[in-house]
């Protein structure tokens, strides 16, 4: 029972355009979410997060919106940089269990010069 | 500087071995995480630790065994049990209560010939 889904598995942008990553999650209880960007064989960073009592958080090129009503998280990376290019993943906090974090199977973007 | 280490980077197995993950922490965290990533499945939780000596399971903790005698350790030991051990391990610390991200160290990549 898959929870948290990221339903592209990949996204192809072009140098200064805008990336749009999505999100999608079945439980209302979540109350916490955040973006993590992962590089091959590294470990993920964390990149922005948003309460529920929200619905923006902008940081520098990266603004994440949710959507409650939908169940739906997106990144917004405006503009988009080589550099950018990696696996992005969703992550949800809340429900049954407090503090452990749901993971979405990853988005990867490529940012092309 | 504060951070989370794991090691060794690769690691090769025999089947039939059991095997022990390090990961150690100095951001004094009370939380400490342990994923699994596999090709398209995103991070799944196998075991975590809110606090010394208690733990708990995580989604796919079969296979897997833990340890938290020290705030700052958190070993994984992977048994002969665990049917697919083949992946990269991530090892990830955070604070209890509150809304706080996830930090992760570099992973472990374990091959089991």
């Known amino acids: 029972d898959q929870q948290v889904k990221q339903n592209s598995p990949s996204l192809s942008v072009q140098e200064g355009r805008i990336s749009i990553l999505n999100c999608d999650y079945t439980?209302?209880?979540?109350?916490?979410f955040l973006w993590y960007k992962k590089y091959p064989a590294e470990g993920p960073t964390f990149l922005i997060s948003?309460?529920?009592?929200?619905d923006k958080n902008e940081d520098g090129r990266f603004t994440v919106f949710l959507n409650k009503s939908a169940k739906h998280l997106s990144l917004h990376i405006v503009p988009s940089q080589p550099g950018d290019s990696a696996v992005y993943f969703c992550?949800?906090?809340?429900?049954?269990?407090?503090?452990?974090?749901?993971f979405g199977q990853g988005t990867i973007l490529t940012v092309h010069p | 500087d504060g951070g989370i280490t794991q090691s060794p980077k690769y690691l090769f197995r025999k089947e039939g071995q059991n095997v022990t993950l390090s990961c150690e922490q100095n951001?004094?965290?009370?939380?400490m995480y342990w994923y699994r990533q596999d090709p398209g499945q995103g991070l799944r939780l196998i075991y975590y630790?809110?606090?010394?000596?208690?733990?708990q399971k995580g989604d796919i903790a079969e296979g897997y065994s833990v340890s938290r005698e020290k705030k700052e350790s958190f070993p994984l030991t992977v048994t002969s049990a665990q049917k697919n051990p083949t992946a990269f391990y991530l090892c990830?610390?955070?604070?209890?209560?509150?809304?706080?991200?996830?930090?992760f160290g570099p992973g472990t990549r374990l091959t089991v010939l």
């Open positions: 992550a949800t906090r809340g429900g049954t269990s407090y503090g452990k974090l749901t």
């Open positions: 439980n209302s209880m979540f109350d916490y």
């Open positions: 948003i309460s529920s009592i929200k």
């Open positions: 951001l004094n965290h009370d939380a």
């Open positions: 630790s809110q606090i010394v000596n208690d733990f």
């Open positions: 990830a610390s955070g604070r209890t209560g509150g809304i706080s991200e996830q930090f």
